[in-house]
């Protein structure tokens, strides 16, 4: 059964930390890793799709990287508005499966 | 470009009645999904179309649950008993289509409390 792990729950940083959030996935035969934003009361919004191992995308302070078992969202010098959930998401046939999600919260 | 819009956003509601949830697709999508976002289970898939097709309803909860998409550009979700246990985030999306490297754009959803 294909399945999604993110950690850690939460994440505190200060402005300027930078810091790591990890998705684990298990799946049969990966159909493509998603990486979106939720802000709260707000729709899961898309920030990037990863396909291959060793494949890297970059969007302002974010940079995600994916290896055969899990992919990693670097947060580089993150600010106050980097602040929400970080949901991550493996293609099933079809829909998405997703993860529990990463709470961040950048204070100033 | 509106997005995915989705209606109404609150809906409060007694145990027993129904509850009929709206969505309406990116114009040129042709695939549509409904999740349910709670927060023991997060986000979860109960249906998909693609060019107004049910494909796969195997995420519908219950036989409570039934979904429609009579067009392009609008699809239906009802719950027919309503339950508190089905109260939760109702979140629309919508892609071009079914192929892996294509995005999901999710609608602002619909939070459902069910009394």
């Known amino acids: 059964e294909d399945q999604v792990t993110q950690s850690p729950e939460a994440l505190r940083l200060q402005e300027g930390e930078s810091s790591s959030l990890n998705c684990s996935y298990t799946?049969?035969?990966?159909?493509?890793l998603f990486w979106y934003r939720q802000d709260p009361g707000k729709g899961p919004e898309f920030l990037f799709t990863?396909?291959?191992a060793g494949e890297e995308k970059e969007k302002e302070r974010l940079k995600a990287t994916l290896t055969k078992k899990e992919s990693f969202l670097h947060i580089t010098a993150p600010k106050p508005e980097d602040s929400a959930t970080y949901l991550c998401?493996?293609?099933?046939?079809?829909?998405?499966?997703f993860g529990q999600g990463t709470t961040l919260q950048v204070k100033p | 470009d509106a997005g995915v819009i989705q209606s109404p956003r609150h809906e409060v509601t007694e145990m027993g009645q129904e509850v009929t949830l709206r969505c309406k697709p990116i114009?040129?999508?042709?695939?549509l999904f409904w999740y349910r976002q709670t927060m023991m289970r997060g986000l979860e898939l109960l249906i998909y179309f693609n060019n107004n097709v049910p494909i796969d309803d195997s995420g519908m909860p219950e036989d409570r649950f039934s979904a429609k998409m009579p067009n392009a550009s609008f699809s239906t979700l009802k719950i027919q008993p309503s339950e508190p246990r089905d109260s939760a985030v109702y979140f629309c999306a919508s892609s071009p289509g079914l192929r892996e490297q294509e995005t999901q754009y999710f609608g602002p959803g619909t939070r459902l409390l069910v009394l």
């Open positions: 114009s040129g999508h042709n695939s």
């Open positions: 799946v049969s035969g990966l159909r493509g």
């Open positions: 998401a493996v293609r099933s046939p079809g829909g998405l499966i």
């Open positions: 990863l396909y291959s």
